[in-house]
């Protein structure tokens, strides 16, 4: 607040306000929040910015984009690294492996395990584009 960063500012306040949300919805103090839930809040407004600015940026609004962009660079900090391509495929590889999974009958029962093993660290529809290129061989 005293650097007048406005966009920080904005973001922070965002993240904060969802977080109470989330305590109030389950009951919880707001540090008793699992880590899977903030990361699951924190990755949504992360999604929520990058989408709203290249909707800005297709219209032509570069001041309005700028400002989403800066906003997702704040909650991205806040973000773990995510995974390579090729760290997401050796995770896949190995969740075949252990489950046994060999066809596409088999996508929900990988899907399920990879979504949790990598929640916040890779997309969901990267990481369903893996496992189904995986499941087609």
């Given amino acids: 607040m005293r650097k ?4 920080r500012l904005a973001a922070l306040r965002d993240v904060k306000s969802k977080l109470m949300l989330e305590a109030v919805r389950t009951g919880l103090d ?3 929040i699992p880590d899977a839930n903030v990361l699951t809040i924190l990755t949504k407004l992360y999604k929520q910015r990058s989408e709203t600015a290249d909707i800005y940026a297709e219209q032509g609004r570069t001041d309005l984009e700028a400002e989403e962009r800066a906003q997702a660079a704040v909650i991205a900090e806040f973000l773990p690294q995510p995974l390579t391509e090729e760290e997401i495929q050796t995770e896949v590889q190995s969740i075949l492996s252990e489950t046994g999974a060999s066809s596409m009958a088999d996508m929900g029962k990988v899907m399920g395990i ?14 369903a584009t893996i496992v189904r290129a995986a499941l087609n061989r």
């Fill in 30 to 32: 707001g540090n008793e």
């Fill in 4 to 7: 007048k960063d406005r966009e």
């Fill in 114 to 127: 990879a979504s949790s093993r990598m929640a916040g660290k890779a997309d969901g529809k990267v990481i």
